[in-house]
C-alpha cells in the first residue's frame, strides 16, 4: 500500500501542479518556460513529492497503527553507521562509471539525457539546495523503502529481498540514465537495513551520496584532479565498497534470512505503483529520444 500510495500521490501532485502552472502562465503573462526558471517553481519541484512521502508515511503509521520503530527508525550498532561513510564512498565513485557507460549506451541510439534543475546554490542557497536535494530525500525516500516497504517484503529471503529493493528504488525515480546505478544502490542499502535492523545506516549512506553529488556541482572537485588521482580515488573507492560487502554478506550473517513468507502480499497492492512507476520510466525513455 505504501509504495502505490507515494506513487500515486506523486503522479496527482504532478498534475496538480502542471494545471496551476498552466493557469498561473495565463494569468501572469508568462510563459510556462519563464516559470519554470524562477526558484519558486524550483524548490517546490523538489518539495511537493516530499510532502507527499510525508503524507503516506504518516497514514501508514496512523492506519496499521505502526510505531516509528516500525519502520526503521530504531538504535542500531555504532559499527552500521561508522560502514554507511565508506560504502558512500564506495558506491558513489567507484559506480561513476556505470551511469556514465549506460547513458553512452543509450546516447548511441540518439538519446539525450535531462540536465538537472536545481534551485540556485548562490550564497545561501545551497544550505536550501542541501536540505531539499540531499536531507529530506534521504530522510523519506529511506523511511519509505527500508522501513515500510522492507518490513513487508524482508521475508521472502535476504537475496530476494535485497534484489527487490533494488528493483523498487530504481523504479521510483523512474530516471532512465541511472537506472543500473540507482539498482546497485538500492540493493545495496537494503542489504545495509537488514543487517542493521534500522533505517538509519542506509540514511546516512543516501545523504552523503547525494551531497557529494551537489559539492560537486558547485565546487567541481572531481573537474580538477588528475588523472592519476582519478585512478587512486577508483581504486580506493573499490576497495572501500569491496570491504563493506564482504563484510555485510560473509561476516555479519546473523540476520540472514531464508525464505519464510510470501510475496503476494506486499506485490498484490505494490502492483499498481510498479505498473505507474515503469509507464513513466518508459515515457522518461522515450521523450529523451524525442529529443
Known amino acids: 500500500m505504501v509504495f502505490s500510495g507515494a506513487v500515486i500521490g506523486m503522479l496527482v501532485i504532478t498534475l496538480i501542479y502542471s494545471i496551476t502552472l498552466a493557469a498561473l502562465s495565463s494569468a501572469l503573462g508568462k510563459t510556462i518556460g519563464e516559470l519554470s526558471e524562477t526558484q519558486v517553481y524550483k524548490y517546490l519541484s523538489y518539495l511537493l513529492y516530499q510532502i507527499v512521502y510525508i503524507a ?87 523511511t519509505l523503502l527500508r522501513g515500510a516497504v522492507l518490513e513487508g517484503i524482508k521475508d521472502i529471503g535476504t537475496v530476494a529481498t535485497c534484489l527487490l529493493g533494488g528493483l523498487l528504488f530504481s523504479l521510483f525515480h523512474q530516471s532512465p540514465t541511472q ?37 560537486d556541482y558547485k565546487f567541481g572537485f572531481l573537474a580538477g584532479i588528475s588523472k592519476g588521482g582519478a585512478i587512486a580515488l577508483y581504486v580506493l573507492s573499490a ?28 506485490l498484490y497492492p505494490a502492483l499498481p505503483g510498479i505498473i505507474l512507476c515503469g509507464l513513466m520510466w518508459i515515457f522518461n525513455l522515450a521523450s529523451g529520444f524525442g529529443g
Open 179 to 215: 537506472t543500473v546505478y540507482q539498482f546497485i544502490c538500492g540493493a545495496v542499502f537494503t542489504l545495509l537495513a537488514l543487517r542493521a535492523g534500522s533505517v538509519w545506516p542506509s540514511v546516512i549512506a543516501h545523504f552523503l551520496n547525494n551531497a557529494f553529488i551537489l559539492f
Open 239 to 266: 576497495l572501500c565498497l569491496l570491504a563493506v560487502l564482504v563484510y555485510l554478506i560473509f561476516f555479519d550473517r546473523k540476520t540472514n534470512r531464508k525464505k519464510e513468507g510470501a510475496i503476494r502480499p506486499f
Open 56 to 142: 503516506v508515511i504518516f497514514a501508514f503509521v496512523r492506519i496499521y497503527k505502526c510505531s516509528w520503530a516500525g519502520i526503521g527508525w530504531k538504535k542500531t550498532s555504532f559499527v552500521y553507521l561508522l560502514l554507511a561513510v565508506p560504502l558512500a564512498f564506495g558506491l558513489l565513485f567507484s559506480l561513476n562509471w556505470v551511469n556514465e557507460l549506460f547513458v553512452r549506451l543509450l546516447s548511441l541510439f540518439g538519446y539525450t539525457a535531462p540536465e538537472a534543475s536545481l534551485p540556485s546554490m548562490a550564497g545561501g542557497g545551497f544550505v536550501g539546495v542541501l536540505i531539499v536535494a540531499a536531507l529530506f530525500p534521504a530522510v523519506l525516500e529511506e
